[in-house]
């Protein structure tokens, strides 16, 4: 089945709540305008054990070491595109398909803002590091979403930041996303020493299902044996979602792709406005203050503007930047109280933080019991801009 664009977020989460599965985040909306229906057979992840469920502090767990069951023979899906189209390499000189013949390869597309990549990134860096000796080589797309997502140097910082030191290939202008004629974020395509593809996973989730698939084609090639323990570090936006509990979808502030706006004025296309915040049902937004709302995000236009939501789920997220790139202070609020030991990584327990770049920021991670909260965050200053609103 194919859906419109606009209606994936509700889809998607509808599909979340069905299967109990971690989100697999669809390509569409976006300014290449890029066909964006959904496969007709698509992959959904299983539940995913949580960890740092109710607090924002590090949980590292370790990968198994003993080998697990070894896979049928996998069949082959097609063979390892050009890579040729990415605009840029980090980590890494540019790599081609020739030059990965005799590697098992892991193409993860990914792109920094996007809540379901991040967390993946913990398996992905503990693949990378486990079996490298043996043959492995994790490739990372980054095939942007937002307009500051093709900045290669905020990838270069987010990709510091989460401890990506595996290559990444720059794809800003989708030619290898087009190449494999993908769809989401984020995806995984496995590639055996012969550089066909064996298996793909879309979306979170089938974690120990992924590593027997690279075990089973390092055996392919000859390259199978025994790996170290590798940390599996997931913290604060890289934990696991409480899947279970989310009852909020993806909801875009920029008019291109916005749903569930309350604001009784409307929306104002590219242009300011004064705007008053509105009582909100569940899963409902509004704006208050001075405000322009473009395609893709809305702009503070004077300092003290705020944005409301009416949520259920254990983790709220903003996607988050500034204007002119300087420091923004902010203060958020849970039922019109600071949120104290629900706060997010983020943020303080009195809701006090700062946009100190254009990435996806934690502001709620609720401890205890999951109910429908109220939450707001006001800007102390101008020139923010706020993209998207995720949950977990």
Same mark, same amino acid.
């Given at each position: 089945?194919?859906?419109?664009?606009?209606?994936?977020?509700?889809?998607?989460?509808?599909?979340?709540?069905?299967?109990?599965a971690?989100a697999?985040?669809?390509?569409?909306?976006?300014?290449?305008?890029?066909?964006?229906?959904?496969?007709?057979?698509?992959?959904?992840?299983?539940?995913?054990?949580?960890?740092?469920?109710t607090?924002t502090r590090?949980?590292i767990i370790?990968?198994?070491?003993?080998?697990?069951?070894?896979?049928p023979?996998?069949?082959?899906?097609?063979?390892?595109?050009?890579?040729?189209?990415?605009?840029?390499?980090?980590?890494?000189?540019?790599?081609?398909?020739?030059?990965?013949?005799?590697?098992?390869?892991?193409?993860?597309?990914?792109?920094y803002?996007?809540?379901?990549?991040?967390?993946?990134?913990?398996?992905?860096?503990?693949?990378?590091?486990?079996?490298r000796d043996?043959?492995?080589?994790?490739?990372g797309?980054?095939?942007?979403?937002?307009?500051?997502?093709?900045?290669?140097?905020? @990838? /270069?910082?987010?990709?510091?930041d #989460? =401890?990506? !030191?595996?290559?990444v290939?720059?794809?800003?202008?989708?030619? %290898?996303? &087009?190449?494999?004629?993908?769809?989401?974020?984020?995806?995984?395509?496995f590639?055996?020493?012969?550089?066909?593809?064996?298996?793909?996973?879309?979306?979170?989730?089938?974690?120990?299902?992924?590593?027997?698939?690279?075990?089973?084609l390092?055996?392919?090639?000859?390259?199978?044996?025994?790996?170290a323990?590798?940390?599996?570090?997931?913290?604060?936006t890289?934990?696991?979602?409480?899947?279970?509990? @989310? /009852?909020?979808?993806?909801?875009? #502030? =920029?008019? !291109?792709?916005?749903?569930?706006?309350?604001?009784?004025?409307? %929306?104002? &296309?590219?242009?300011?406005?004064?705007?008053r915040?509105?009582?909100?049902?569940?899963?409902?937004?509004?704006?208050s203050?001075?405000?322009?709302?473009?395609?893709?995000?809305?702009?503070?236009?004077?300092?003290?503007?705020?944005i409301?939501y009416?949520?259920?789920?254990?983790?709220?997220?903003?996607?988050?930047?500034?204007a002119?790139?300087?420091?923004?202070?902010?203060?958020v609020?849970?039922?019109?109280?600071?949120?104290?030991i629900?706060?997010?990584?983020?943020?303080?327990?009195?809701?006090?933080?700062?946009?100190?770049?254009?990435?996806?920021?934690?502001?709620?991670?609720?401890?205890?019991?999951?109910?429908?909260?109220?939450?707001?965050?006001?800007f102390?200053?101008?020139?923010?801009?706020?993209?998207?609103?995720?949950?977990?």
């Amino acid at each position: 089945m194919t859906f419109h664009p606009l209606a994936r977020s509700r889809v998607l989460q509808a599909m979340k709540r069905s299967f109990g599965a971690a989100a697999i985040v669809a390509a569409g909306g976006i300014a290449l305008g890029l066909e964006t229906g959904l496969l007709s057979q698509a992959s959904f992840a299983g539940p995913v054990r949580e960890a740092a469920m109710t607090d924002t502090r590090p949980a590292i767990i370790q990968v198994q070491a003993e080998a697990p069951a070894p896979l049928p023979r996998l069949p082959v899906e097609g063979t390892l595109p050009s890579l040729s189209g990415a605009i840029e390499w980090l980590n890494t000189p540019p790599l081609t398909a020739e030059a990965l013949r005799g590697k098992v390869v892991l193409v993860n597309f990914w792109t920094y803002s996007c809540i379901n990549c991040l967390r993946t990134l913990p398996y992905l860096r503990a693949w990378a590091e486990r079996y490298r000796d043996q043959g492995l080589v994790v490739i990372g797309v980054h095939t942007p979403e937002f307009a500051f997502e093709r900045r290669t140097e905020n @990838v /270069r910082r987010a990709a510091m930041d #989460l =401890g990506v !030191g595996y290559p990444v290939a720059i794809d800003n202008g989708f030619a %290898v996303w &087009r190449a494999f004629s993908n769809r989401y974020w984020p995806a995984m395509y496995f590639v055996d020493a012969q550089g066909r593809i064996r298996h793909h996973q879309f979306g979170e989730g089938e974690y120990a299902n992924s590593e027997r698939v690279i075990r089973s084609l390092l055996a392919e090639a000859g390259r199978g044996g025994t790996a170290a323990v590798t940390p599996l570090d997931q913290r604060g936006t890289q934990a696991p979602s409480n899947t279970a509990e @989310v /009852r909020s979808p993806e909801t875009y #502030l =920029g008019y !291109g792709n916005a749903t569930g706006f309350a604001s009784p004025e409307g %929306v104002l &296309r590219d242009a300011p406005q004064l705007y008053r915040a509105a009582s909100l049902r569940p899963n409902q937004w509004s704006l208050s203050g001075r405000w322009t709302i473009g395609e893709e995000h809305a702009d503070l236009v004077e300092a003290g503007g705020a944005i409301s939501y009416r949520f259920q789920a254990r983790d709220l997220h903003l996607v988050l930047g500034s204007a002119d790139g300087r420091p923004l202070r902010f203060q958020v609020t849970i039922d019109g109280a600071p949120p104290g030991i629900h706060h997010g990584t983020d943020v303080d327990a009195d809701g006090m933080g700062t946009v100190n770049g254009q990435r996806l920021y934690q502001l709620i991670r609720q401890n205890g019991a999951i109910q429908p909260r109220s939450f707001e965050i006001r800007f102390l200053d101008p020139g923010a801009q706020a993209y998207a609103f995720t949950f977990g």
